[in-house]
């Protein structure tokens, strides 16, 4: 995408101002309805000069948030209370016990070699859904994952879906990271139940 002499100006290579009844060139971004979030950096409005500097006159940043969202959002901290990968209790290593979570480390162990058989136990013996439809390992522990039985329906994991992703997604519970991780293994499930043949 090449930039104009003014700063914030692109190409428009054919795309028109949003603004109603406009015929000028849409060339500057401006932030559409679906924000920035964990599916994609979201959607931009494009509009000529005079109608972006329109836009911004009447944007607000801070529109639905209550007092404690803005604050929040005006925090130079913001952005660095999540754990990263590399100090998460995890490590980011998948299925790793969280030790935390046990009085006795041979506890954490204990369970993680229990979880690791009963993997090894489902790919000799893959299951099968009341519909005859087989469940192979991998789904099996995305449907574990979203909380749902493998005789689940289409809606029932849409619905799931919806409801975790509020739960968990910092714009929808306070603004809290804490469960990115385990957003992004739902998304993961998610994603892969959808085309899975269960749900063809």
Known sequence: MRHGRLHGRHEANGRACYWHDCEEAGEFRAPGPRPAGFDGPGDYLWFC???VRAFNSG????????AEDILHAQSPLRGWDSQSRAFHPTAGVDGAP????????LDAIG?????????????VN???RKDGVP??????????????????????LRARYALLVRKYHPDHNG???????RLGQVVEAYQLLRRAAAFA
């Open 49 to 51: 000069l005079e109608h």
């Open 59 to 66: 944007y607000d940043f801070f529109e639905g948030m209550d």
């Open 98 to 105: 969280r030790w935390a979570d046990f009085a006795d480390p």
């Open 111 to 123: 369970a993680r070699a229990r979880e690791i058989k009963e993997g090894v136990r489902r790919a």
């Open 126 to 128: 893959p299951e099968q």
């Open 135 to 156: 469940v192979s390992a991998e789904e099996r522990r995305a449907f574990d994952v979203m909380g749902l039985a493998i005789d689940a329906t289409r809606k029932d």
């Open 175 to 181: 603004g809290d990271r804490g469960y990115e991780t």
